[in-house]
C-alpha cells in the first residue's frame, strides 16, 4: 500500500501526474465534484445563516468508498484538485467526506503539470484556503436561490420548464438588447468615393476621398468636377511606427482568438485546453492573468534566439489583469517552449499552437514600420484624394503572430509605389459607389465574453458553461439565415465618361452569430420588467467583486447572502401573486373575414398567430410561426399567409400531394414521404408541378446505390454530414471516401466496419428483454432499451453487470406515461 495518497479532479490528470512522482505516491481521480447541493430540493437555510446542505450524489458514492479506503491506509493524503475556487471547494468537500485527518492531510497547488512543478508543490504544501471555499459556497448558493425561485414564476407566468440564473439571464438580456438595436436600424445611404490613380513610372495604387456624398446627384457632380482635371501629389509624409505584440492569453482571450483563427466554440475551447492541460502540454486554462513566470519567460528567450536571433528577443512581462481577476495565476502558455507543435489530436494540437505562438511572440520584439500618409489635389476642385501605405522595415514578433479582430470593416494598409511631392499623376478611374450605414453586428460568442468581461460579469470558470446553457434552453440560437439580396449603385468616371451600373450585395447574414428566440425575448422582457435588480449589469458585477472580497478575507459570506436575501424574496412573492401573464403578444390588425382580432403570441407549443380571443362566442383559430418567423417581426400578411396552410396542391401517382409548414422548416407532404423545401422558398409559392420536380429528386435520392446481402443501400446528407443507410443503418461517410464516386468496395468496407464496430462496442445484449449495454464516448457506458439511454459515469464497472440490475436503472429514467390531448389542426378556409 503507498504511504501517500494524491487526489486530484480527473483521470487524465492523475495520469499525467503519476509519471512524475515515486513508488511511494498513488494518484487517484474524484471525477470532479464529488458533493453538491440536492437536486429536488433548495438545499439552503435561508431561514437561518444559509447553511448549505451538501450531499455525495449516487454515481459518486462508489468513488468516496474507495477513496475512503485508500486513505485510511495512508500516511499523508495530498488534496491536488485545481487552483482555483472550484479546486478549493473540491478539496474541502473531499476532506468533509472522507473525514480526513487534518495532521495528515496536506494541500497543494500547481498551475502546470510539469515534473518540477508537481515537486515544487511537494515541497511546499498549504491547508485549505477557507475564504476560496466561502466565495465558491458564495456563487454556488446564490445561483441556486436565485435559479430555484425565479424559475417558478417564469412557469407560472410565462411557460412551464422555463428557467433563469444570474449570469445566464443577463448574457440572454445583453443579445435581447443588441437584437432590438438592429430591429430598429434604419440604414441610411451615401456615396463612398474611390480612386486609383498610377505615378509617372506607370505603377498604380488606390485612394479615397475622407468623405461621403449623401445623394447620388451629389456624387454625380463631384465625377463630373473630375472628368477634366489634372492630377499631383499635394504631400508626401513618411513616419517611422511600432506594432507591439498581443499579451499572452487569458480564459477570455484564448476563447476569443480561438473562435476568430480556429472557429471554435467556446465550449469547444475550453474542452481542448482542458486536455492540453491534464497532458502536461500548457498551464492552466482558467486564468485572468498575463503574468509569465520567471522560468517562462526564459524558456521563450531561449527558444527565440535559437529560432530567429538575438534581435528577435526581447523579454517582457504583462502585469495587467481583468477587472476582479481570480487567484494569482500565470497566462496559459506552452509548458515547454521548445515544443513548437504536439502530434496529438489535430483540434488540440491547433489550440496547442496557437497558445505556442501567442505567447512566443508576447517575447519578441516590435514590430517597426513605416507609415506613409499621400494627399493628392485636383486642378478642378478643393476636395484631397487620400492614401495610406505601410511598409515592415523589420517584422519582429510579426514574424511568428498577429492578432486577430472582430471588424469585419478593417482595411490593410499596403505599399505605395514611390513618389515625390507635386509629381502628376494619372487618374485611371474613380467610382462613386452607394453603400448603407450598417446595423450593429450580432454577438459571436467570443465577442459575448468579451462584452461579459468589459462589465466584470462571470469569470473565467463561468463563460463556457454559460453560454452552452442559454443556447440549451433555446433562450439564444446560433443564426443559419443567408441575407437577402439588396441592389445598390455604382458610378464610374473613367477616360472623361460618367457610367452608371446596378449591383446586388448580400447583407444581414447571421450565420454563426446569437440571435434571441422568441422565447428568449419573453422571458428577457418579463425578468427585466420585474427583477430589474437581478438583470442589472451594474448589480451583476458588484456581486462578482462581493465574491472577490470574500476570496480575500474581506468579507463574510453569509451577510453577503442576508442583505442579498431579505429584498430579493419579498419581490419574488410579489411578482408570483401579483403580476401578469407574459406572451409577448402583438395585436397584428384584423381578420377581414370576420372582423375578429389577429394576435401574435406564445402558445402552449410555440409562438402562434390567433384569430380571435376566448371572450369571443367563436372558438379562436391558432396557426404555428414557422422556424424562421419571430412574433417580435412577423408582418399581418405573413400571419394571416400562415391559416392558408396546409394547401392541398392535387395528386401525383395516386397519392396526395400537400405543402405545409413544420417544426424544422416547410415541406412537401407525399404519400408517407416529407420533402423539406430549399431555403428560402416560401411554401404558398409552389405549386403541383414544383412538387413533382422535388417528390422525383426526393425518389432518385433515394434509390439504392448498391445490394449488399440481399438489402438496398442509400446514400444521403445530413445534418452531420454525407451517410449511406443500410438495414436502417446511418454510416457517417469521412472525407477518406470519394463522396460522389463510392465504389462497391467502399460501400462494403463502410458496413463491414461499421457492423464490427457495433459488435465491439456492446459489453451485454440481453435481446430477449430488448436491453444491452454499450460502450459510449469518453470511457463511459449506456445501457439501452428501445428509446431508454441511461448514460453511466466513468466510475461504473459494467464488466458484472446484472440483468436485474441494467432493469432497474431502465424503469428509474424511463419518462412517465402521460394522457395528452390531440391537438386540433385548425385550417381558415
Do not use: C
Not at 113 to 125: D, G, V
Not at 577 to 588: D, F
Not at 592 to 601: C, D
Not at 608 to 621: A, R, W
Amino acid at each position: 500500500m503507498a504511504k501517500n495518497l494524491v487526489i486530484v479532479e480527473s483521470p487524465a490528470k492523475a495520469k499525467t501526474i503519476e509519471k512524475f512522482l515515486g513508488k511511494d505516491f498513488k494518484v487517484e481521480s474524484s471525477f470532479g465534484h464529488i458533493s453538491d447541493l440536492p437536486s429536488k430540493e433548495l438545499g439552503v437555510d435561508v431561514d437561518g445563516d444559509f447553511k448549505p446542505k451538501y450531499e455525495v450524489s449516487k454515481d459518486k458514492k462508489a468513488v468516496v468508498k474507495k477513496l475512503k479506503e485508500l486513505a485510511k491506509n495512508a500516511d499523508t493524503v495530498w488534496l491536488a484538485s485545481d487552483e482555483d475556487r472550484e479546486g478549493e471547494a473540491i478539496a474541502w468537500h473531499l476532506a468533509e467526506a472522507l473525514k480526513l485527518d487534518k495532521e495528515k492531510t496536506k494541500r497543494i497547488v500547481f498551475h502546470e503539470i510539469t515534473k518540477s512543478a508537481i515537486q515544487k508543490a511537494i515541497e511546499n504544501p498549504r491547508g485549505i484556503d477557507y475564504d476560496l471555499v466561502d466565495a465558491q459556497q458564495a456563487r454556488r448558493i446564490l445561483d441556486r436561490i436565485v435559479g430555484y425561485e425565479l424559475s417558478p414564476v417564469l412557469w407560472r407566468k410565462v411557460k412551464g420548464g422555463l428557467s433563469a440564473g444570474r449570469v445566464q439571464s443577463v448574457s440572454v438580456r445583453l443579445i435581447v438588447e443588441k437584437e432590438r438595436e438592429i430591429q430598429d436600424f434604419k440604414p441610411v445611404a451615401s456615396y463612398r468615393i474611390d480612386a486609383e490613380f498610377s505615378n509617372q513610372d506607370g505603377q498604380s495604387f488606390k485612394a479615397k476621398l475622407p468623405k461621403n456624398f449623401s445623394t447620388k446627384e451629389e456624387a454625380q457632380q463631384f465625377l463630373e468636377k473630375n472628368a477634366s482635371a489634372s492630377f499631383e501629389v499635394a504631400s508626401l509624409e513618411k513616419k517611422p511606427a511600432k506594432k507591439s505584440p498581443a499579451a499572452p492569453f487569458t480564459t477570455s482571450t484564448l476563447q476569443q482568438e480561438a473562435s476568430r483563427k480556429l472557429y471554435f466554440s467556446v465550449s469547444k475551447t475550453m474542452t481542448m485546453a482542458q486536455r492540453l492541460y491534464e497532458a502536461g502540454l500548457i498551464t492552466y486554462m482558467r486564468t485572468d492573468s498575463t503574468n509569465l513566470s520567471d522560468e517562462a519567460r526564459q524558456g521563450a528567450q531561449a527558444e527565440i534566439e535559437k529560432a530567429f536571433g538575438s534581435n528577435y528577443s526581447n523579454p517582457r512581462n504583462y502585469t495587467g489583469k481583468s477587472k476582479g481577476a481570480q487567484e494569482a495565476h500565470e497566462a496559459i502558455r506552452p509548458t515547454d517552449f521548445s515544443r513548437s507543435s504536439v502530434n496529438i489530436d489535430r483540434d488540440q494540437a491547433r489550440l496547442y499552437e496557437l497558445i505556442w505562438k501567442r505567447s512566443i511572440a508576447s517575447q519578441m520584439s516590435e514590430a517597426q514600420l513605416e507609415r506613409t500618409n499621400l494627399k493628392i489635389s485636383a486642378s478642378k476642385h478643393n476636395e484631397i484624394f487620400t492614401a495610406n501605405g505601410e511598409v515592415i522595415t523589420f517584422d519582429g514578433f510579426l514574424k511568428v503572430y498577429l492578432e486577430g479582430t472582430d471588424d469585419e470593416d478593417v482595411e490593410q494598409d499596403g505599399m505605395l509605389p514611390a513618389m515625390k511631392t507635386g509629381e502628376k499623376l494619372l487618374n485611371n478611374y474613380i467610382t462613386a459607389t452607394e453603400r448603407y450605414t450598417r446595423p450593429p453586428a450580432r454577438f459571436t460568442e467570443a465577442s459575448l465574453v468579451k462584452k461579459l468581461e468589459e462589465l466584470g460579469i462571470g469569470r473565467p470558470s463561468t463563460y463556457a458553461p454559460t453560454i452552452s446553457t442559454i443556447q440549451n434552453r433555446n433562450y439564444v440560437e446560433k443564426g443559419s439565415v443567408e441575407g437577402e439580396e439588396r441592389e445598390y449603385t455604382q458610378l464610374t468616371l473613367k477616360e472623361g465618361s460618367i457610367s452608371s451600373k446596378l449591383l446586388t450585395e448580400k447583407v444581414g447574414s447571421d450565420k454563426g452569430k446569437l440571435v434571441p428566440t422568441d422565447i428568449g425575448m419573453i422571458v428577457t422582457d418579463f425578468l427585466v420588467n420585474h427583477f430589474d435588480q437581478i438583470l442589472d449589469y451594474n448589480f451583476t458585477a458588484k456581486v462578482e467583486e462581493d465574491f472577490d472580497s470574500i476570496a480575500d478575507g474581506e468579507e463574510d459570506w453569509t451577510k453577503m447572502m442576508k442583505s442579498f436575501y431579505k429584498n430579493f424574496h419579498p419581490k419574488v412573492e410579489d411578482v408570483k401573486e401579483n403580476a401578469e401573464r407574459e406572451s409577448g403578444e402583438r395585436i397584428l390588425g384584423e381578420d377581414p373575414e370576420t372582423g375578429r382580432q389577429v394576435s401574435v403570441r406564445l402558445g402552449r407549443f410555440g409562438p402562434m398567430v390567433q384569430i380571435g380571443t376566448f371572450e369571443d362566442e367563436e372558438k379562436p383559430l391558432f396557426a404555428s410561426l414557422s422556424p424562421d418567423q419571430q412574433l417580435s417581426s412577423i408582418t399581418y400578411e405573413e400571419a394571416m399567409d400562415l391559416f392558408q396552410l396546409p394547401k392541398d396542391l392535387g395528386t401525383y401517382k395516386g397519392e396526395e400531394v400537400q405543402v405545409n409548414n413544420g417544426r424544422f422548416g416547410p415541406y412537401v407532404k407525399f404519400g408517407n414521404s416529407f420533402v423539406s423545401l430549399p431555403k428560402g422558398v416560401d411554401p404558398l409559392s409552389v405549386d403541383l408541378d414544383d412538387a413533382i420536380v422535388l417528390i422525383k429528386e426526393k425518389i432518385k435520392a433515394d434509390a439504392p446505390i448498391y445490394i449488399y446481402k440481399d438489402l438496398p443501400v442509400q446514400k444521403g446528407k445530413g445534418r452531420f454530414g454525407p451517410f449511406i443507410k443500410w438495414n436502417n443503418m446511418f454510416i457517417n461517410v469521412n472525407k477518406k471516401y470519394d463522396w460522389d464516386n463510392l465504389s462497391d468496395e467502399d460501400i462494403v468496407e463502410l458496413i463491414e466496419t461499421k457492423i464490427q464496430k457495433d459488435i465491439e462496442k456492446v459489453v451485454h445484449n440481453w435481446e430477449d428483454q430488448g436491453i444491452r449495454v454499450e460502450k459510449a464516448r469518453w470511457g463511459r457506458h449506456h445501457v439501452i432499451k428501445g428509446k431508454v439511454k441511461v448514460e453511466l459515469a466513468k466510475t461504473v464497472d459494467v464488466s458484472e453487470m446484472t440483468l436485474e440490475e441494467a432493469k432497474g436503472l431502465i424503469e428509474a429514467n424511463a419518462p412517465k406515461k402521460k394522457t395528452t390531448r390531440k391537438k386540433a389542426t385548425t385550417k381558415k378556409k
